[in-house]
């Protein structure tokens, strides 16, 4: 039995890295000043932050039902079955537009809410193969995975226009937060984004950041820090959870599909639990 795990470009996965883990990404449309581009195909990423530095509309939509018809299809061709991690169902309505398109193909398609984003799912896409070379089925493999503690993340916007472009905030709630200088701290968890707390600065924001992980046992987790095109700031914040956990935490960047919402300059620190 032959069997491909795929993913989208939520993940934060260019066509280099992808191609250097021989994976299949669907790549989600962004949206600038109107127009849309295929992530990392027909816009790069130095062009999308200059067009959100120039204070263009920007923002993101999901993959058309015939992309994910045409990429299944292609992919049953040389496969026996397809393992899609998706974007969390409560960020995109990718995971119900795939798993509508997933019905027609005779349970070939399995379309994984992975409750996850950025690397949190190319982690996952890593657990999964793992999976596949163990023999587990693809129930088998539905029930560790959403059954599994949810990643969390916690998220610190530098700039807080970039919410309220989206539509994250009101103009009135952005308004206050600058005039007051005050830094909003967000956390992803079950799925969806909410906010954490607020202080009044960015450094004690990144504080706040790093603390909410100190009450649970560092070793059951794989953890990782995502950055907005910060990276010597990144790194500080890496070293810092590394002491904190004792463990490798890698940077990476966090590239348009996410970038778009919470704009450049953002830290994340992320955790999800080890599956086997």
């Known amino acids: 039995m032959k069997t491909i795990v795929i993913t989208d470009s939520s993940a934060d996965v260019n066509a280099a890295e992808a191609a250097a883990l021989d994976l299949p990404v669907i790549r989600f449309p962004l949206i600038a000043d109107g127009k849309s581009f295929i992530d990392d195909v027909e816009i790069s990423f130095s062009e999308f932050k200059e067009r959100m530095l120039a204070k263009e509309k920007v923002g993101t939509s999901q993959a058309s039902i015939g992309v994910y018809q045409d990429t299944f299809e292609a992919l049953l061709k040389d496969y026996d079955q397809v393992i899609y991690v998706c974007i969390s169902k409560g960020l995109s309505g990718a995971y119900q537009s795939a798993c509508r398109v997933a ?38 493999i539905k029930d560790l995975v959403e059954n599994n503690e949810t990643m969390t993340v916690t998220v610190v916007p530098e700039d807080i226009q970039y919410l309220k472009r989206g539509g994250r905030i009101t103009p009135t709630a952005a308004a206050l ?31 706040v950041a790093e603390d909410y992980f100190d009450d649970c046992v560092f070793t059951d987790y794989q953890w990782w820090v995502s950055h907005g095109d910060s990276p ?11 002491a904190k956990v004792g463990l490798p935490v890698p940077v990476k960047l966090l590239y348009p599909v996410i970038m778009a919402h919470t704009g450049p300059g953002t830290i994340a620190i992320g955790r999800m639990k080890k599956l086997i």
């Not at 070939?108 to 992975?114: F, H």
């Not at 984003?117 to 129930?139: D, F, T, W």
């Not at 956390?187 to 707390?197: H, R, T, Y």
């Open 232 to 242: 010597e700031l990144a790194e500080e914040v890496a070293k810092a959870m590394e």
């Open 177 to 207: 937060a600058n005039l007051l200088k005050i830094c909003p701290v967000l956390i992803f968890k079950e799925g969806v984004i909410e906010a954490l707390d607020k202080v009044r600065t960015f450094k004690k924001a990144i504080q």
């Open 103 to 140: 019905e027609a193909f005779d349970n070939r398609v399995l379309v994984l809410d992975t409750r996850g984003v950025i690397y949190g799912q190319i982690y996952l896409v890593e657990q999964v193969r793992k999976m596949v070379e163990a023999g587990m089925s693809l129930s088998q």
